[in-house]
């Protein structure tokens, strides 16, 4: 990476309680940008996370507060001060909104915007809240990473004048997962016999849970001992009720509705999967998707971008709500070897194009543009 050094403030809360996707994001970074020679000084609402990855000589934990503040007063009132007291250069907000009465240049990670599409997956109050934090940290921003061409696209339908600060930076794999467990052994940890279906990531309405456990029942009559492993916790609005929803369809024990679950576990699941399925209308990037592939699993998504961009020669297709469609796909991945050979193939060749290392190096390069480095 480049030599120049930098300060870098960071937002750190991503890693705080149990980190998902966003989360990992910014662990991935971190992980690689210790050794840039940079000094990293990571905020936190109260005390810092309890990561490794901050443990290195390059990172300092900033704990602000006592964990009460809600996030806006967190970010507005103590985080500006605390960083005009550490001298930092540039400042790296890694999900949607930065802090935006800092006298610093700003380079904040959007992902997607959903809540401008699809408001109607967010309670009234939190989606208008959202817009506006987005809107006010775009513009406050220098740069803007984004994770797919697709996000490209939306931010620039949204906000056409401020299209110039985005920077196309794609995900990486899954390099920072516990190393693969033998198949046989993660399929008796987690107690299968059968085909295993998987499904990773916060359950969303935009991402057709229900039609997927329909298309479940179907195909479990074709697949006697199928199991479908749901990884994510339920953030739906309206919130569904998935117990009940299971219940109705038959499904029984043929579901697992896991919530969320560790590295090891995620380690575990991917092992011991014949398919992995992401049926999102809307999608930022995918990152649950690419892991998969690169641990092997084949891959049925939503035809919808970014999904079907990104993994679209690596992966089965399908309209995400079409239930009698996704069952086939499924039974396809299950029953057609030469057909599993081929995903396997092409989905392990695109996860190779991708790197972590990778994605921290342009994003630094963002950080570094930014200070005027």
Same mark, same amino acid.
């Given at each position: ?70 996030g806006l007063a967190w970010q507005e009132r103590l985080v500006p ?70 996000? #490209? =696209?939306? +931010?620039?339908? @949204?906000?056409?004048?401020? /299209?110039?600060? %985005?920077?196309?930076? *794609?995900?990486?794999?899954? $390099? ?29 309405? #935009? =991402?057709? +849970?229900?039609? @997927?456990?329909?298309?479940? /029942?179907?195909? %479990?009559?074709?697949? *006697?001992?199928?199991?479908? $492993? ?35 576990? @995620?380690?575990?699941?991917? /092992? ?13 990037f995918g990152l649950p998707a690419l892991e998969a592939a690169a ?29 009698? /469609? ?48």
């Amino acid at each position: 990476m480049a030599s120049s050094p930098l300060v870098v403030g960071v937002d750190g809360r991503e890693l705080t309680g149990r980190p998902t996707g966003t989360g990992r994001y910014l662990r991935n970074l971190l992980r690689h940008w210790r050794d840039t020679g940079d000094r990293l000084v990571c905020y936190f609402n109260g005390p810092p996370a309890l990561d490794p990855v901050l443990d290195h000589p390059a990172v300092s934990k900033r704990p602000l507060g006592d964990g009460c503040a809600r996030g806006l007063a967190w970010q507005e009132r103590l985080v500006p001060p605390a960083a005009a007291a550490d001298r930092i250069d540039v400042f790296f907000s890694p999900a949607y909104s930065c802090p935006l009465s800092l006298a610093v240049p700003r380079v904040t990670a959007v992902h997607d915007l959903s809540f401008f599409a699809l408001p109607e997956d967010f309670a009234f109050a939190d989606a208008l809240r959202r817009r506006i934090l987005v809107g006010l940290s775009l513009q406050a921003s220098t740069r803007v990473p984004v994770c797919s061409e697709f996000t #490209r =696209r939306e +931010l620039a339908r @949204l906000f056409p004048s401020l /299209a110039g600060k %985005a920077v196309h930076v *794609p995900l990486g794999p899954d $390099d920072d997962l516990p190393a693969p467990a033998p198949r046989d052994e993660a399929r008796r940890r987690l107690g299968i016999d059968g085909p295993c279906i998987l499904t990773v990531g916060a359950i969303l309405n #935009r =991402r057709c +849970l229900p039609e @997927l456990l329909r298309a479940t /029942a179907r195909l %479990a009559q074709r697949h *006697p001992r199928l199991v479908l $492993d749901v990884v994510g916790e339920n953030r739906t609005h309206p919130r569904l009720d998935l117990p009940r929803a299971v219940a109705a369809l038959g499904l029984g024990d043929r579901v697992r509705l896991s919530g969320f679950v560790d590295d090891q576990g @995620l380690a575990d699941r991917y /092992a011991a999967a014949d398919a992995a399925v992401f049926l999102s209308e809307y999608e930022g990037f995918g990152l649950p998707a690419l892991e998969a592939a690169a641990r092997g699993v084949p891959l049925v998504v939503a035809r919808a971008p970014s999904l079907g961009e990104i993994f679209g020669d690596a992966a089965v297709l399908v309209d995400p709500r079409d239930e009698s /469609a996704v069952a086939a796909a499924l039974d396809r991945v299950l029953s057609d070897g030469a057909l599993r050979e081929r995903l396997v193939g092409t989905g392990r060749d695109l996860a190779a194009r991708h790197s972590w290392a990778e994605t921290a190096r342009r994003t630094r390069a963002a950080l570094q543009e930014a200070a005027g480095r």
